[in-house]
């Protein structure tokens, strides 16, 4: 296989594809939208509260793997009805398996929310 040169508009144009990605993400998926106003309350939240360097980081990773997932699972989803437009066991499995890990990244992030969240709130 030739290996290419570099190419700056080559990378220029995969990161138009990418945040292509995630307007298309923002505007057909209803739970990303969910998950953006979530993270836009913790930003104000961890404003308010004054959270720490460290907590903005944490708070940041979790953010954006709740995106990951959500773009992740969305990609399996539209290749899945692509290949399967009818039902197939398979295909389920694969959605389901998809919006697991969607719900797996949000309970981890409430949970790292809550640790950082509740002292500041209660104490």
């Known amino acids: 296989m ?7 508009g080559k990378r ?9 990605g995630i307007r298309t993400l923002l505007h057909d998926e209803h ?6 106003f979530a993270m836009a309350c913790v ?16 708070v940041a990773l979790c953010c954006g793997g709740v995106l990951m997932a ?7 989803e ?8 009818k039902y197939h066991p398979l295909i389920k499995k694969a959605k389901d398996v ?5 719900l797996m990244m949000a309970i981890a992030a409430a949970t790292a929310g809550l640790i950082i969240f509740i002292p500041k709130i209660f104490f």
């Open 98 to 102: 998809g919006a697991a890990g969607v």
């Open 12 to 20: 220029v144009k995969s990161f138009g594809y990418a945040f292509s």
């Open 78 to 85: 539209a290749i899945a009805d692509l290949v399967s437009p």
């Open 31 to 36: 739970n990303a939208r969910i998950h953006v």
């Open 43 to 58: 930003v104000v939240f961890g404003f308010l509260l004054g959270i720490s360097t460290i907590e903005w980081c944490v």
């Open 2 to 8: 030739k290996e290419e040169k570099f190419s700056i």
């Open 70 to 76: 959500e773009a992740m699972n969305s990609a399996i």
